[in-house]
């Protein structure tokens, strides 16, 4: 075998790369010290909706990576639209009046698969810098149409919006909250719409109704005049997979529209099919007015975010005059326009989405549900190809473990062991596999969970 990766990449054993990783890189959400006792997990190549490590496991990948390779590894068609656009013209930016074939040819695709009205998009290099760019474009707005108070942005408590300074305060994690202590002052949370966590025994709808007026309530407090948009993931993703109850989203739009409050639906993870829809908010009937979208735009090939931008606000900064003074090197990267082109292609012409909507996502619901039988658990939700499962003490009370029996990572590692990525939030299980995943490969996740709550069961004596 060649000491080197077709990449130029050296081939190394699992020992010493996790010696070399232990000494010079510093991990993303990664407590360094654990990872110096266990060692990192060296992920070296991948084919469809499996991953292989540096031991030579196969493994199941149940997240999509970070929720992004909805077309699943190895595709050659977005490798090929890669290099092509890397011989044709490897780099060139869109600020002052420029623009290249790919950017404008993706800017009109996206005006194709998005709902009626979102015919702009601007571009970054990741969801973060898309929610970050979402705040300074609500401002730009509200400053043209001459509301230059409107600065106060409402959130939900344990959403995920990114990791920049803004991004993570739009969030609602506490322990990015915690650690970095107050980041931007005008930032609002309210709680989520998760009924297993903090619905017990009441009515899906009406738990829903309450959670979506918490809304009106600090638009209220806050005063309707100073409130610029509120911002949310049609399903909460990296918070649990919350789904919530089918009476929220509409009391939400209502509320928006009461309030002439901006209504900005986070697509980073519902965005390109995982639902069963191009956008989450088309699944779930939802009128946004701005839709910051990264992850399965390219199937995380390459990194590709944006901001589409419906007609109200579209018109307004498409139209008035004044530079918007934002943007980054990478917004709309040729190379990463070419692989979003090849992408939707391929989502398209594959019929993935409809798949996902008419097939393969019924299937997965109905197999998934079954995991609720397992003595571990009390709730298994699914959506699209998307899912979670609560891992309980007491299946009759729903009564939660103690939290320093870790047992959602213990769950985590056994998933591991029996060849599946599945992530915890805490005791909540969560999995998003590969749009392209087959029913029978639907059938192996479930399997290899069950095993894997077996396992975890057994560990707690
Ligand atoms: N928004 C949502 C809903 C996300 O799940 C994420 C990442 O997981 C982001 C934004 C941030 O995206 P990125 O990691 O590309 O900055």
Redesign the pocket.
């Known amino acids: 075998m060649s000491t080197e990766s077709g990449a130029g990449v050296p081939r190394h054993g699992t020992g010493e790369w996790q010696a070399l990783d232990h000494r010079h890189y510093l991990h993303p959400f990664t407590d360094h010290h654990d990872l110096g006792q266990r060692g990192v997990r060296v992920i070296e190549c991948a084919d469809g909706v499996y991953i292989y490590d540096s031991e030579g496991h196969r493994i199941l990948d149940g997240m999509s990576g970070?929720?992004c390779v909805n077309l699943g590894y190895g595709r050659q068609d977005l490798v090929d639209a890669a290099a092509a656009q890397m011989r044709e013209l490897p780099y060139y930016n869109s600020f002052f009046q420029t623009a290249h074939p790919p950017a404008i040819e993706l800017s009109r695709v996206l005006g194709e698969v998005a709902p009626e009205g979102f015919d702009k998009v601007f571009y970054t290099?990741?969801?973060?810098?898309?929610?970050d760019t979402v705040i300074k474009m609500v401002r730009r707005y509200w400053d043209l149409v001459e509301q230059p108070q409107r600065r106060v942005f409402i959130s939900r408590r344990n959403?995920?919006?990114?990791?920049?300074v803004a991004?993570a305060t739009l969030?609602g994690m506490a322990p990015m909250h915690d650690q970095l202590g107050p980041m931007v002052n005008f930032i609002e949370h309210i709680d989520q719409p998760y009924h297993f966590g903090l619905g017990a025994g009441m009515d899906p709808d009406e738990f829903g109704l309450r959670q979506a007026r918490l809304l009106a309530e600090k638009i209220e407090e806050t005063g309707p005049e100073n409130v610029a948009a509120f911002i949310a993931?049609p399903v909460?993703?990296?918070g649990g997979v919350i789904i919530p109850p089918d009476s929220y989203w509409p009391e939400i739009q209502r509320i928006c529209r009461e309030f002439d409050v901006l209504l900005v639906a986070?697509?980073?993870?519902?965005g390109f099919g995982r639902l069963g829809e191009w956008f989450g908010s088309q699944r779930l009937g939802i009128e946004p007015d701005l839709m910051?979208f990264?992850?399965g735009v390219t199937s995380g090939y390459l990194?590709l975010?944006g901001v589409l931008v419906g007609q109200r606000v579209g018109a307004v900064l498409g139209q008035q005059g004044g530079e918007f003074a934002h943007g980054f090197t990478y917004s709309g990267h040729p190379a990463a326009c070419a692989v979003a082109l090849a992408n939707i292609r391929a989502l398209r012409d594959e019929g993935v989405i409809e798949r996902v909507r008419d097939d393969v996502g019924p299937w997965f619901s109905e197999r998934f549900a079954t995991l609720a039988d397992h003595p571990l658990v009390g709730q298994a939700r699914s959506i699209g190809l998307v899912g979670a499962i609560e891992l309980v003490r007491d299946k009759d009370s729903l009564a939660r473990f103690d939290k320093d029996l870790g047992v959602g990572g213990r769950c985590r590692d056994a998933c591991f062991a029996q060849g599946l990525v599945m992530r915890a939030v805490g005791d909540s299980m969560i999995v998003a596999p590969p749009l392209v995943m087959t029913r029978e490969q639907v059938g192996e996740l479930v399997d290899k969970a069950w095993r894997s709550l077996d396992i975890t069961a057994s560990s707690l004596g």
């Not at 986070?266 to 519902?270: A, G, M, Q, Y």
């Open positions: 970070l929720w290099g990741s969801g973060s810098e898309a929610n959403a995920y919006h990114g990791s920049t991004a969030g993931e909460q993703g990296a986070d697509e980073v993870i519902c910051p990264a992850k990194p975010g």
